[in-house]
């Protein structure tokens, strides 16, 4: 039997957790075995029956396997916040995104717009640019991807402007974040852990959770573009 304890995760906490996996161990933890997907994703593996020791979901996710006694509800505590932001390429010009109509320009005036299909930040920016009265406009030219990165569209250069979570813009080299997408027209998403009911190392699973709700794991989490 493997030493290591599996965590599914949505692609948000990627950064956070390989950076924290190694200073775990180091501390006398298990090894951290990972796998990233968008919460959706997780959700429909974790009902088809994956196992895993600890999940980490957005809190409706983990609130909604929770509740289908998939993961022990005693267990589950909230890890961070993210927000929405807006990438361009290394070295290109940053747009102004700092109020509705600056960003409505700016999305109007990019040649191209990466957004993913799957999962909240999908949902959110489509309704958004309905809000804003440009979505024909953009989903004209828009790289809409079913999962993962949006700013790998910015490295490729098929995309001027790329949008997702500030912490997964940031898992891709070779762009820079602009900003968060006004707050105003957003609501952050929090992300939240839970020990799986099925583990058969529900002691080491507890452990990790506290680890990852401590604040010695909060500068990794800032440093992934996360609050704490």
Not at 52 to 68: K, Q, W, Y
Not at 94 to 107: F, V
Not at 108 to 123: E, N, W
Not at 138 to 154: C, D, H, M, S
């Amino acid at each position: 039997m493997s030493d290591a304890i599996r965590v599914l995760s949505t692609l948000a906490l990627k950064g956070a957790v390989h950076s924290l996996a190694g200073r775990y161990q180091t501390a006398g933890g298990a090894r951290i075995d990972a796998d990233f997907a968008p919460t959706l994703a997780l959700l429909e593996r974790l009902r088809v029956g994956e196992a895993a020791d600890i999940v980490i979901l957005t809190r409706e996710g983990l609130n909604e396997v929770a509740r289908e006694g998939r993961v022990a509800a005693e267990s589950c505590v909230d890890l961070a916040r993210s927000w929405v932001g807006i990438a361009v390429k290394a070295g290109a010009a940053h747009p102004d995104i700092s109020t509705e109509a600056a960003l409505r320009a700016a999305l109007l005036g990019a040649r191209s717009v990466a957004y993913s299909r799957l999962g909240a930040i999908g949902i959110l920016f489509a309704k958004l640019i309905e809000r804003l009265g440009i979505a024909s406009e953009i989903n004209a030219k828009a790289q809409i991807i079913p999962q993962g990165f949006t700013a790998e569209r910015l490295v490729t250069g098929e995309a001027d402007l790329a949008v997702q979570q500030i912490s997964e813009l940031k898992q891709v080299g070779g762009i820079e974040v602009v900003d968060p997408i006004p707050r105003q027209l957003q609501t952050p998403a929090v992300f939240s852990a839970g020990r799986m009911a099925a583990t058969n190392r529900p002691a080491e699973a507890d452990r990790l959770l506290r680890f990852l709700a401590s604040p010695e794991a909060a500068p990794a989490l800032r440093a992934s573009g996360l609050e704490p």
